[in-house]
């Protein structure tokens, strides 16, 4: 079975400084890898993906995520955060290789970004 | 391009009482997510629909919960009895196609409070 799990319930970053926030995944065949954000009341929106190639993937809002095979992981990072940052940050996973293609959630990190 | 309609977006009702919730998924996605996210975890899926059929519903509770898509556009998840557990925010996500390597797009979510 894949499970994803975001090992931080909440990370504290200065505004300006660099942030990362932590995801570990379990598949039994290739991952496909999300990040996604929350804003209060709101829903989900995606952020960036993995599927393959680079192990370093930009996406929105200045975002990146580093994926790295041998320590199953895919950290979500930004070298500069902003207050505006401040939100619920999910991780998630697709296994596409061993059968079950449904997307499993992490149980998210509040991200707060002082001024 | 319109985004994931869900309504309503708030709901209070008693327990044993009936609820119901409906959304309308990105024009042309043959693929309907139904989330449920507790306060404090990461959504959890309970159902997922391909055009008309369902793909996946094993972690619906079908002795309460049931959901349809008849015609494969738009849904509505049940809740009869709601216990107050089932307080938390329903979420509905659409995508072009269930076995791909996408993203999920999804509405801005249904609260529920069960008193």
């Known amino acids: 079975a894949q499970s994803v799990a975001q090992p931080e319930d909440q990370v504290n970053v200065a505004e300006g400084n660099p942030l990362t926030v932590k995801c570990t995944y379990s598949?039994?065949?290739?991952?496909?890898l999300f990040w996604y954000v929350q804003y209060p009341n709101r829903g989900l929106q995606f952020l960036l993906k993995y599927i393959t190639g680079d192990n370093l993937v930009k996406g929105s809002y200045g975002f990146e995520a580093e994926f790295n095979k041998s320590q199953t992981s895919f950290h979500l990072k930004k070298p500069s955060a902003l207050v505006s940052d401040s939100a619920l940050y999910f991780c998630a996973v697709r296994d596409m290789g061993g059968g079950s293609y449904i997307p499993t959630f992490g149980r998210g990190t509040s991200l707060i970004v002082h001024p | 391009e319109a985004g994931v309609a869900q309504s309503p977006r708030y709901k209070i009702i008693e327990k044993r009482q009936s609820v119901a919730f409906w959304c309308n998924p990105i024009s042309g996605h043959a693929t309907l997510y139904w989330y449920q996210q507790i306060l404090g975890q990461g959504p959890k899926l309970l159902i997922q629909f391909q055009n008309n059929g369902v793909v996946d519903d094993s972690q619906l509770p079908k002795d309460r919960f049931s959901a349809e898509r008849l015609k494969g556009v738009d849904s509505t998840l049940k809740i009869q009895p709601a216990k107050l557990e089932d307080s938390a925010v329903y979420l509905c996500?659409?995508?072009?196609?269930?076995?791909?390597?996408?993203?999920?797009?999804f509405g801005e979510g249904s609260r529920l409070t069960v008193l």
């Open positions: 598949v039994s065949g290739n991952p496909y």
């Open positions: 996500a659409s995508s072009p196609e269930a076995y791909s390597s996408g993203e999920l797009f």
